[in-house]
């Protein structure tokens, strides 16, 4: 492990955002952020230029917190995602790269047209994450 674990991880009472605390900083990351980066196949894809970019995710919320082991985090959310496992070098990279990151995601979603709001059909929870069938490889 490179960085730090985080020495206090609160999940804010609307479960619109998740707080890490570092060295008696806090880093606030929202809900959408932490879901359109997360560190599962489904997202990153299975290689270089596979990442998917993830659309309608503004409202999303969290919904469950999971540790796993002394070196990650599960984070459940509200539209059903649950695959990746947030290790803590990985969110402390989340935590310290925030603007430049979201920054690079509005970019790429105005690239592609997108919407950070969910279409009607995008509002329904699914399971799709990689191991279920989701990402097309499993």
Same mark, same amino acid.
């Given at each position: 492990?490179?960085? +730090? $674990?985080?020495?206090?991880?609160?999940? @804010?009472?609307? =479960?619109?955002?998740?707080?890490?605390v570092?060295?008696?900083? !806090?880093?606030?990351? +929202?809900? #959408?952020?932490? =879901? *359109?980066?997360? +560190?599962?196949? #489904? *997202?990153?894809? /299975?290689?270089?230029? @596979? #990442? *998917?970019?993830? $659309?309608?995710?503004a409202?999303v919320? &969290?919904?469950?917190?999971?540790?796993?082991? @002394?070196? !990650?985090?599960? &984070? $459940?959310?509200?539209?059903? /995602?649950?695959?990746?496992?947030?290790?803590?070098?990985?969110?402390?990279?989340?935590? /310290? #790269?925030?603007?430049?990151?979201?920054?690079?995601?509005l970019?790429? &979603?105005?690239?592609? %047209?997108?919407? =950070?709001?969910?279409?009607?059909?995008?509002?329904?929870?699914a399971?799709t994450?990689? %191991?279920? %069938? %989701?990402?097309?490889k /499993?």
């Amino acid at each position: 492990m490179k960085y +730090p $674990t985080p020495e206090e991880i609160r999940l @804010q009472n609307s =479960r619109a955002a998740l707080t890490l605390v570092y060295g008696g900083s !806090a880093k606030s990351l +929202p809900a #959408e952020f932490l =879901r *359109v980066y997360s +560190p599962s196949a #489904e *997202v990153r894809g /299975h290689g270089v230029g @596979q #990442e *998917v970019l993830q $659309t309608g995710k503004a409202a999303v919320l &969290i919904m469950g917190l999971e540790p796993v082991g @002394q070196y !990650a985090l599960k &984070i $459940t959310f509200s539209d059903g /995602h649950d695959s990746g496992l947030y290790d803590w070098d990985y969110l402390y990279k989340l935590a /310290h #790269e925030y603007d430049t990151m979201w920054a690079d995601y509005l970019r790429a &979603i105005e690239a592609a %047209g997108a919407s =950070r709001i969910a279409s009607p059909l995008e509002a329904v929870p699914a399971k799709t994450g990689c %191991g279920s %069938g %989701g990402c097309g490889k /499993h």
